[in-house]
């Protein structure tokens, strides 16, 4: 069991690359929510440089996802990477005027 997930998550790091190698393809709508989902688990296993990764592709291909926004923040949080999670939340709100939780993150990211 163990060893089938691992096999999962190369195949999912091979994706991200093959994705970031070919960045100029469109990709379609339904692959936002797999990175996005992706995304969640690499911030899970604080993996957190493969997070920006995947939170970066969500946001190519869908620009105006609030969540995805404060998602790449919360993973430049944990990176101590302030100024950078800031500008993510702070897009996140201006997408979604009442996203609560981008505007707690960003005021305590301050």
Known sequence: MVNRI???LIL???SIIFALCFSNLALPESSAEM????GQKYMEQS?????VLAFKKVIEVSPNWAEAYNSLG???YQLFKFDDAIKQFDKAVELDQYYTEAKINRN???
Do not use: G
């Open 74 to 76: 919360m993973s430049y």
């Open 12 to 14: 999912n790091i091979i």
């Open 35 to 38: 990175y996005y989902s992706l």
């Open 6 to 8: 691992h096999k999962l």
């Open 47 to 51: 993996k957190f440089e493969l997070a």
């Open 108 to 110: 305590r990211t301050m």
